[in-house]
């Protein structure tokens, strides 16, 4: 088979293995085995007359997306995951049968959603029994005995909430009269039980209660009714509106088209998106929207412009899946839930276990019962989760206010006090509560907590410097808010130096809400907040938060509104479309956000913090981060995170058949190969492999580790290729001059070569990786090397000139030379500094290389044949043809001379030594110049013998004169032969003289020609 169609053969091979390895690695990671899949069930009950259910649908969506996402870190394997939506739960009957379904079943593992108390305790005795754990991200509830063993609540009660919004509404908004709106639904009637206990612990009665039947056939008509009351009454009340979100949405719109603008209070499913859908629904035009909403009070437990960083990045990843605004609290608890229950599974999977759906049951019950206390984690949207002991009741519950169909934080939080402080006794409760600065809620004290909107406009950033890590940053800064809040008393974290806020660009009041606007340009520390990002990329930005007070007293809340944040612009449209990152920079903007965070910092020895029974030093921290990577190419801006792998193993399998081809072949043509193999393969293996690697650095381990891992990443960029340059040296370069020289490439040379290569790439790494000039280290390195250099002149010379005698070859090992004034002599041995060689006296010459390729070099091996000449004097009375025979005779005799005819010339008669003689030449060739002195006393002794015997001397002593006749008439003939070689000579002259002539009549002719032409067009 031909070598080419091997090595076809071969790229074939590497092809089909990276299939198949790709195929196997894509069925370890996505296929089925034999466990079993985790089955995830998702219910709700129907909220809606179309029997359809947003909420469920917002549950759903954000499982599904928390399940994608989990698939992609490939925790399990070959293990499936399921999502099943299950409807059905619209009565307690239907209910207890979907129930019954579920079990008979025997697939799902754990179940999580929304249902009313009646819905929950018919699921009760069917769910417990099989060990479901049901997860409700209801506020309704059953019994602490009830729910023992398989339900876990994620949100608050509704007793909870509903304390929370009466304690709210009177003592922080100062709503002193209430009208209630309710269902006789169990939710609704414990909603408006527990707000009306609070008030009437203020001494404050509920002015109305208007109450609808569930079994109303017109429930319409009654509505309206309950609109057009309040209107008539004219009383100015509060609403609050204890309804499902269907009769909530029917009476906002009656009342508002009635032009009631009390202010409306609700419970947290008037926070989610799906009562929004609902109410546009019962408008019927989505503008309007905004005007039915406004300035509405609602419970909720998370606002996403005081969320953190975890938060942010779900809301942005929610809307963009599944369109603009769409996230909500429950689709952030959803997503988090069904992240709980993965995690859990995940932590204690084993891929050679049996699993059963019943003992994924235990593990979640067992996981989700041992969480006892808040995780204060940065990745936690909720602000971590709490089931086991009494934890159920402590989750947080924040006021949102809609500002138009927006629903941001209202101006006033309520935070709890830490339970050890309020059990030490330390703090002057009656005093605290009489300066308005706290508020008895739900059996605990809580701090009022004044809110303060805040805002971002970057104008530029610029100067990009990862030597010093430092960025320089020029923006606007806004304040908002109500009450005593000293703005310029904050501080930046990441400030090279510190950043004083002085006189506002812009300040005002209006309506008791004040506001300030700051300009600020300052240079700021990279990498300052832990966030999550890819290998090769920087976080940029700023965090700040008050220098005194703490969360208790004030929450920084991103001013969504201000920044224009609503709708289709997020912050990374704020931060791209402006340009605002200087294109002389070299870096994009990748992600960006603005995320309110807790930021707990050191006590300092503050009495205030330390101690038992003293409040933490938690602040309230706002974070503007930017996620920038240089503007230059990347492999993962076009390649898919997922096929890293394949192409790893593609490159790792071209690696492998590189080694095995060295191992088994040889010869130039393989040697290529195997080296083109790994020229087109490490790179693809060090991109996949290397990406991988770092991304998982970057987000698994210290940031130090990771910072050394990038940097001998970058390293290897320059040392591979400098290792397939050594090799390409010594493979097309001192092989082929080994086996032309038939000796070995000195060591030095060969380390010499690498030597330079490696120092080459060492200037690489030092200006490409290190960022560093190159300037100092080239002229030390440029000293050193001309000393060095000055010191072995001679023989880098020496060896430069043997390297090019061996490329060149114009002699070799064997050949007689004659160099310069020397003697020939034979050529014995090169080395890569001087030449050897023997003379036929048997001395030895050596010469250096430098020298010798300066000098006149006769190869006389050169040629297969080389002529000698042996000058014949005889008495010229013989005759020339004869001797000339004769010569000829002898010669053909010799057994050294080369193949080649011998010739023979007479050249006339010459005066020698006061004689005339005849002047003959005898020319043979020679195959070896070494045999040249045999050869011609060979010659000599054959052409003795001939002539001998043919009774003619070479020119004996006693050769008579020649006869003056003879002689003038050889003279004669010689001067004819003269006459008509220089009439010969004088005719070829005459000839290239005519021929010249003509040459010049033709170009006079085509000048005249010419001339003619002009003169016409003239």
Known sequence: MRKTNKLLLLLGIICILTLVGTYLARQQLTADSNQPPLYITVAGNTTTADASDPLLDSMYNAAELAVEQ??????????????????????????????????????????????????????????????????????????????????????????????????????????????????????????????????????????????????????????????????ESQDGSAILLALDMVDAARFIKKARDRKVRNLLLGPDLLATHGFRLILNNTIGTLPANADYTHQMLVSTPLLFDTANEAAQRFKALFSTRFGINTADWISAYAYETTQTILNTIAESWNPEAQITANSDRQKILMALSSIFSLANDKQSITDGNLFGGQGKKTKPILVGRYNGENLVSALTQLHPIKESIQRSGTTNYLEELQQGRMLFVNDRFMYKTNVVYTGFEILEISDMNLDSNTFSMEFFLWFRYRGQFNPEAIEFANSKEPIELKEPVESSIKDDLSFKLFKIKGTFNIDHLDSRKPFGSHVIGTSFRHKSLNRNNVLFVVDVLGMGLEGEKSVLKMVSDPQVLSPTVGWKVDQAWISQERFLTSSLGKPAYVGFGTAEPEYSRIDLGMIVSKGEFAARDFIPYEYFIYLGIFGMIGLIFALGIDANTQGPFWKITSWVLRVV?????????????????????????TSHFQLGYQILWWVIPGMLVTMALERFLWEPLEQRAHQAVPKVIRNIGAFLVYVIAGFGITAFVFDEKLTSLLATSGLITMIIGLAVQSNIANIFSGIAVNVERPFAVGDWLKIGTNDDAKLIDITWRTMRLRTREGLILSIPNGKATEMLVINYSASKEVERVLLIHVSPEHDPQLVRELLLRAMVQSTLRADRMPEAEFHGVINLLSRWVGKYEAIFWIKDHGLVDELEAEMWELIWKVFREHDISLMPESAPPVAPSLVAALIADGETTASEDKKDKEDEEDKEDEEDEEKDQDADQQDDKADGESRDRG
């Open 70 to 231: 989990f698939g992609q870190q490939s925790r399990m394997p070959g293990r499936k995951v399921i999502l099943e939506k299950k409807t059905g739960f619209d009565t307690p009957e239907s209910a207890q049968q979907a129930a019954k379904e579920i079990v008979e079943q025997n697939k799902t593992s754990v179940i999580f959603g929304r249902w009313s108390t009646p819905i929950l305790k018919a699921m009760a005795p069917v769910l417990a029994n099989a060990n479901i754990p049901v997860i409700s991200l209801s506020s309704e509830h059953l019994t602490d005995q009830e729910e023992r063993r398989w339900l876990f609540r994620m949100v608050p009660t509704v007793e909870n909430q509903a304390q929370f919004l009466g304690n709210y509404a009177r003592n922080v908004v100062g709503e002193k009269i209430v009208t209630i709106v309710h269902d006789d639904s169990a939710a609704s009637m414990a909603l408006m039980e527990n707000f009306e206990k609070i008030y009437n612990l203020f001494g404050t009665k509920i002015h109305k209660k208007l109450s609808l039947r569930a079994n109303d056939p017109e429930r319409e008509t009654t509505l309206e009714q309950f609109a057009k009351e309040i209107k």
């Open 681 to 705: 393969f490490w790179p693809i293996f060090l991109i996949s492999f290397g990406n991988l690697f770092l991304d998982y650095a970057y987000q698994e381990l210290p940031a130090h580790l």
